[in-house]
């Protein structure tokens, strides 16, 4: 017997189908943030990468021309490079996210538009300018010989997507929050910079005081850099990490974050 039902118009898409629209919309968003901060002119969405690299070339020069106070065999471009792209990674993503619903509040009229794909599409888009500016350089060095390959290359992807979930996760949390107060744009840039002596770019922990250690290995994106140092020098250091803890505050950070993503799209008013 025919059933007369009427068809649910309201019905869920399946879940393939709802990762296919995101993934377009994220897609497209990702485009007009590239065209909206760099434009079409002169270098482009080059820029993306130039920049972070023209930095950590400013810091490889000085700390190359700084060897001796250094007191170590490490090659210096190498620890730089390590050190100081790591930093980039996830310390730019908050900076991008950070008041980012307020400044595209007329994109949420569009049905298919969260709040989460905005805060997807600037991490995405930081996370592979830092990428792509580690692996150029990486590249350029190992080439000119500067350093050497890494030993063991996986180690090293492993570490730098775990530092690039670490800062994706914090941005999207510092981005949610600072929707709610603007206090969170106030404190974040001097706190991004005290963060920046003890988040292991510039030191070794096992060169440290075994009570200052102690400290530091608080800090989750510490025992990223220590990991991916492993990777690149291998037996030339001793790494001191713990990457299940790593693991565990990104879980932690990122289950935070989408509840207060969760909680904002709720509240957020289209402008």
Not at 37 to 45: D, V
Not at 88 to 93: A, P, S, V
Not at 112 to 124: F, G, H, M, Q, S
Request: glycine share 8%.
């Amino acid at each position: 017997m025919a059933s007369n039902a009427a068809p649910d118009t309201h019905a869920k898409p399946p879940l393939r189908e709802s990762f296919a629209v995101q993934g377009r919309v994220v897609g497209a968003l990702l485009i007009r943030e590239v065209i909206t901060r760099y434009g079409r002119h002169n270098i482009g969405f080059l820029w993306l990468f130039v920049e972070p690299m023209l930095f950590t070339l400013g810091v490889t020069a000085l700390w190359t021309a700084t060897k001796n106070l250094h007191g170590s065999d490490l090659p210096i471009a190498a620890f730089a490079l390590t050190g100081y792209s790591t930093v980039l990674l996830w310390r730019n993503m908050p900076g991008r996210t950070i008041g980012a619903i307020k400044a595209n509040s007329a994109l949420l009229y569009h049905r298919n538009i969260k709040p989460l794909d905005i805060y997807l599409a600037r991490v995405l888009l930081e996370a592979g300018g830092a990428t792509i500016s580690f692996i150029v350089l990486g590249v350029v060095f190992i080439a000119i010989e500067w350093i050497e390959p890494p030993e063991d290359i996986l180690v090293v992807t492993a570490g730098w997507l775990m530092l690039a979930w670490f800062g994706a996760a914090l941005a999207i949390a510092l981005g949610t929050l600072s929707y709610l107060s603007e206090l969170v744009d106030k404190f974040w840039h001097p706190f991004s910079y005290l963060m920046f002596p003890l988040s292991g770019a510039a030191f070794l922990v096992s060169a440290l005081p075994v009570s200052f250690q102690e400290i530091v290995l608080l800090f989750p994106m510490v025992h990223g850099v220590e990991f991916i140092r492993e990777g690149f020098f291998g037996s030339k250091i001793i790494a001191i990490y713990d990457l299940s803890y790593l693991l565990v505050f990104n879980l932690v950070l990122s289950v935070f974050a989408l509840l207060f993503t969760r909680y904002v799209s709720r509240r957020v008013v289209p402008g």
